[in-house]
T-cell receptor, first 116, second 113 residues
């Protein structure tokens, strides 16, 4: 499978715990994006990387959230001291600036987070 | 206020029938407008992408239209199938390198046999 993969697919945690999600983009895609989607809503942009550089962060990304892409390949999104309001689907997407076709973003299956 | 609004919020139609979903946006300027299909519990999958200069784009039974003057787009689905049951999301990208996508809230389409 050469698509975007995310791990885990589901995560249930207690309030106050830390969680980390992983995203593996399509091979050689230099851009990677994180989105959050709550029930009945469209995805909301969180942050994006070009190679290993984090170029933009949304105001939605509070101090408890941190994202990394250390080698310009896979990325991790960590949430510290989780709150019930963090419950959502976290989507990762990747794109290649050189691939043409309007810099199309390809999405992974998402990680469903439930904070109890 | 959401910059991309969709209607209806939900729609139920019989298998084989056609339907049209609407999208109004206020994002301006924009680079391109996309329609995505999202199955429950899955990531969105791109159906069509149109630049501001394009009026229509087809992908099989899906046809998207764009009126940049009125800032409206529609997605027409022909001869619906049970597998078309999903959320359809209208997405507008900013003109500065397509870094950020603004998503609508989606239309939940249910096809019944």
């Amino acid at each position: 499978d050469t698509g975007v993969s995310q791990d885990p697919r589901h995560k249930i945690t207690k309030r106050g715990q830390n969680v980390t999600f992983r995203c593996d983009p399509i091979s050689e895609h230099n851009r990677l994006y994180w989105y959050r989607q709550t029930l009945g809503q469209g995805p909301e942009f969180l942050t994006y990387f070009q190679n290993e550089a984090q170029l933009e962060k949304s105001r939605l990304l509070s101090d408890r959230f941190s994202a990394e892409r250390p080698k310009g390949s896979f990325s991790t999104l960590e949430i510290q001291r989780t709150e019930q309001g963090d419950s959502a689907m976290y989507l990762c997407a990747s794109s290649s600036r050189t691939s043409g076709d309007h810099n199309e973003q390809f999405f992974g299956p998402g990680t469903r987070l439930t904070v109890l | 206020k959401n910059q991309v609004e969709q209607s209806p919020q939900s729609l139920i139609i019989l298998e084989g029938k056609n339907c049209t979903l609407q999208c109004n946006y206020t994002v301006s300027p924009f680079s391109n407008l996309r329609w995505y299909k999202q199955d429950t519990g899955r990531g969105p999958v791109s159906l069509t992408i149109m630049t501001f200069s394009e009026n229509t784009k087809s992908n099989g039974r899906y046809t998207a239209t764009l009126d940049a003057d009125t800032k409206q787009s529609s997605l027409h689905i022909t001869a619906s199938q049970l597998s078309d049951s999903a959320s359809y999301i209208c997405v507008v990208s900013d003109p500065f390198g397509n870094e950020k996508l603004t998503f609508g809230t989606g239309t939940r389409l249910t096809i019944i046999p």
